[in-house]
């Protein structure tokens, strides 16, 4: 088989629901955090940081139950398949992604022909999204000390320690900076990795629910 | 003689053209940047009037610009700051002593001794050469300050060359400047307690403070009155950013920027974010406390701030007209488009690639893995 089936087994409604949460999170973020940055775009400070401030909340809570969920939660194990198993195990690395992180980099660098035997999800799959976590919580610490100071919070220590530890409030300011570009060079690969592999169907399932048959090799 | 004390206060601010009035008004203002109520104007006037109790002090000069001296020193047209900081009985101040020579450095070496004295220092420490690029009286910079602090019961570093090394220290530093703090422990006296006064002058009114809290609040015998931060600035002064007391930040909130010098936003007094203005990572109290006698500040001047009351200020936020620093030389924004339109540009190439080699139809999938195939096995 070529293209695999895509059941709704592989994301069930809630991790679905979940993922357009991620979605509209991240790019508010990101359109806020340009305005907040140097408004390219004359609308109201207050209403960006707001805009900025809600959607990181909603982020980290939805990012939170999504790895809380993920431990109740069956999906399917395999691509193609109906056969489920609890989420957390097809996140986390899995028999089949043994000795593969290179070759499927190989794979995907025009390196070789074949695709690698790979779980429900590839090995440099699973890092990347494994990565998107502490990355997501590394932006919400990064954004909080920036804007932390002047709030003389009981915890703020929590937080000068960080920014004493990168030599200054203004280097948090670029390392939260930089941190976006990450998040936004991640989308960008995800969506292309996900749309040349078969736009119709990964794009009708995550984001419509709609499952699509498989097709034959060679159809 | 407390009388003829307060007599005597009084006759020099009338001589200097301040009424009673004005006296006690300016008490409140500094009451209110300790952080007391306006109550305590009449006792911080009292403190001031019943200056018997001097404070000897030794006023060093490392390397620096002077800036900070007459930033304080602010000749030509005196108040009542100067009443105040002539409660310090300073024995030695290289810049505007009387004495020079062996003179002043036998007055400096008496004051040192009997101990128990302010020690205000300015300008930075110049390690490089080891101690040499700084040379005062034939003894390097370092140990004149080893020399100093060693019995002093306070030292006060003024301006940011003496809290952190300041301008003089950026990048590349060939003459190795440092803070006092920076090296207390190399020098010995780590003990004492330093307190620091950053910005690049130092601003006479913080120094005004600390010489009241000294004075009034008895600061030397009870280090926690000045309630400094980790850093040893005094938390009242630095505890809050500039952005959140600027007078512009409803144009900030409202999104009303000056782009550009020269454009009608700027003669809207909009607010300067978006050329550069570092209000809101410097925290000082500049907007309330305001410069040059209370007669305006860097923002109301029209001036973006610099953020000169930040630690490494100059590296950390030059160029001064732009958000952010250069990072290796590069603009942050320049490094983040081109990673985003390299990345664009890598998926596209991918992407046709994909195409033409019939992958993106579904490749086959392979019957084993590489890995095992090498060992020797299935999979
Ligand atoms: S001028 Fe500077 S300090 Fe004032 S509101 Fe704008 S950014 Fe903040
Ligand atoms: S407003 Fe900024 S640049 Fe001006 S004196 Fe204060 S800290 Fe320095």
């Known amino acids: 088989m070529s293209h695999e089936g895509h059941y709704r087994e592989a994301h069930p409604l809630i991790f679905?629901?979940?993922?357009?949460?991620?979605?509209?999170?991240?790019?508010?973020?990101?359109?806020?955090?340009?305005?907040?940055?140097?408004?390219?775009?004359?609308?109201?400070?207050?209403?960006?940081?707001?805009?900025?401030?809600?959607?990181?909340?909603?982020?980290?809570?939805?990012?939170?139950?999504?790895?809380?969920?993920?431990?109740?939660?069956?999906?399917?194990?395999?691509?193609?398949?109906?056969?489920?198993?609890?989420?957390?195990?097809?996140?986390?690395?899995?028999?089949?992604?043994?000795?593969?992180?290179?070759?499927?980099?190989?794979?995907?660098?025009?390196?070789?022909?074949?695709?690698?035997?790979?779980?429900?999800?590839?090995?440099?799959?699973?890092?990347?999204?494994?990565?998107?976590?502490?990355?997501?919580?590394?932006?919400?610490?990064?954004?909080?000390?920036?804007?932390?100071?002047?709030?003389?919070?009981?915890?703020?220590?929590?937080?000068?320690?960080?920014?004493?530890?990168?030599?200054?409030?203004?280097?948090?300011?670029?390392?939260?900076?930089?941190?976006?570009?990450?998040?936004?060079?991640?989308?960008?690969?995800?969506?292309?990795?996900?749309?040349?592999?078969?736009?119709?169907?990964?794009?009708?399932?995550?984001?419509?629910?709609?499952?699509?048959?498989?097709?034959?090799?060679?159809? | 003689m407390a009388q003829e004390m307060r007599e005597g206060i009084y006759d020099l601010l009338a001589a200097r053209g301040v009424s009673r009035r004005d006296f006690l008004k300016y008490c409140g203002s500094v009451a209110a940047m300790l952080g007391l109520s306006e109550m305590a104007a009449p006792q911080i006037a009292a403190a001031v009037e019943?200056?018997?109790?001097?404070?000897?002090?030794?006023?060093?000069?490392?390397?620096?610009?002077?800036?900070?001296?007459?930033?304080?020193?602010?000749?030509?047209?005196?108040?009542?700051?100067?009443?105040?900081?002539?409660?310090?009985?300073?024995?030695?101040?290289?810049?505007?002593?009387?004495?020079?020579?062996?003179?002043?450095?036998?007055?400096?070496?008496?004051?040192?001794?009997?101990?128990?004295?302010?020690?205000?220092?300015?300008?930075?420490?110049?390690?490089?050469?080891?101690?040499?690029?700084?040379?005062?009286?034939?003894?390097?910079?370092?140990?004149v300050l080893k020399e100093a602090a060693s019995k002093a019961a306070a030292i006060v570093a003024v301006g940011s060359c003496a809290v952190d090394g300041g301008w003089v220290r950026a990048n590349p530093n060939p003459a190795g400047g440092k803070g006092v703090k920076d090296v207390a422990v190399e020098l010995?006296?780590?003990?004492?307690?330093?307190?620091?006064?950053?910005?690049?002058?130092?601003?006479?009114?913080?120094?005004?403070?600390?010489?009241?809290?000294?004075?009034?609040?008895?600061?030397?015998?009870?280090?926690?009155?000045?309630?400094?931060?980790?850093?040893?600035?005094p938390k009242l002064i630095f505890g809050q950013t500039i952005h959140d007391n600027c007078p512009r930040r409803g144009h900030f909130e409202n999104g009303e920027f000056v782009k550009q010098f020269g454009t009608v936003e700027e003669v809207k007094q909009f607010c300067l974010y978006e050329v550069g203005c570092k209000g809101p990572q410097t925290f000082t109290n500049c907007p309330k406390v305001r410069w040059n006698r209370k007669a305006s500040w860097c923002v109301e001047s029209g001036a973006p701030c610099i953020g000169c009351g930040n630690l490494n200020w100059v590296d950390n936020d030059a160029p001064f007209l732009k958000r952010m620093p250069n990072v290796g030389g590069v603009r942050p924004e320049t490094i983040g488009t081109v990673l985003g339109g390299a990345a664009a540009a890598g998926l596209l190439v991918h992407g046709v690639a994909s195409f033409s080699s019939g992958r993106a139809k579904g490749a086959p999938v392979e019957t084993s893995k590489a890995y095992d195939k090498k060992k020797g096995g299935d999979k």
């Not at chain 1, 993920?70 to 395999?78: I, L």
């Not at chain 1, 936004?184 to 990964?202: E, P, Q, R, S």
């Not at chain 2, 004295?117 to 140990?143: D, F």
């Not at chain 2, 003990?191 to 005004?208: A, Q």
Request: aromatic share 12%; proline share 3%; hydrophobic share 50%.
């Open chain 2, 188 to 233: 010995g006296f780590d003990k004492v307690p330093i307190i620091n006064l950053p910005t690049c002058p130092v601003n006479p009114e913080w120094i005004v403070a600390v010489v009241i809290d000294v004075l009034m609040l008895g600061a030397l015998e009870n280090l926690a009155v000045l309630n400094l931060d980790e850093l040893g600035r």
């Open chain 2, 50 to 143: 019943g200056g018997a109790k001097l404070q000897p002090a030794v006023w060093l000069d490392l390397g620096l610009c002077t800036g900070c001296t007459e930033s304080t020193a602010q000749a030509g047209n005196p108040n009542v700051a100067d009443i105040v900081l002539d409660l310090l009985s300073i024995n030695y101040m290289e810049t505007i002593m009387a004495a020079a020579g062996d003179q002043a450095e036998e007055a400096k070496a008496k004051t040192i001794e009997e101990g128990g004295y302010i020690l205000i220092v300015e300008g930075t420490v110049m390690t490089g050469e080891g101690g040499n690029t700084l040379r005062i009286a034939g003894k390097t910079g370092m140990e």
């Open chain 1, 16 to 219: 679905v629901f979940q993922h357009w949460v991620n979605l509209i999170c991240m790019a508010g973020l990101a359109f806020s955090g340009f305005v907040i940055h140097g408004s390219f775009y004359a609308i109201s400070m207050g209403g960006a940081r707001m805009i900025h401030f809600t959607l990181m909340f909603v982020l980290a809570v939805n990012i939170t139950s999504r790895i809380i969920l993920s431990f109740w939660v069956k999906d399917a194990n395999q691509l193609g398949t109906r056969e489920v198993d609890t989420d957390i195990k097809n996140w986390l690395p899995q028999k089949e992604n043994k000795h593969q992180l290179l070759e499927t980099a190989k794979y995907y660098l025009f390196m070789r022909k074949e695709r690698v035997i790979s779980a429900k999800y590839g090995a440099l799959q699973k890092i990347a999204y494994l990565a998107t976590v502490p990355i997501t919580f590394f932006m919400g610490y990064t954004g909080f000390a920036l804007y932390g100071p002047a709030q003389q919070w009981p915890v703020w220590g929590f937080f000068a320690g960080g920014i004493s530890l990168v030599g200054g409030i203004m280097t948090m300011r670029i390392i939260h900076y930089f941190g976006m570009w990450v998040v936004i060079l991640f989308t960008m690969v995800h969506a292309y990795l996900a749309a040349i592999d078969g736009f119709k169907a990964f794009y009708g399932l995550i984001f419509l629910w709609r499952e699509s048959p498989g097709a034959e090799e060679g159809h």
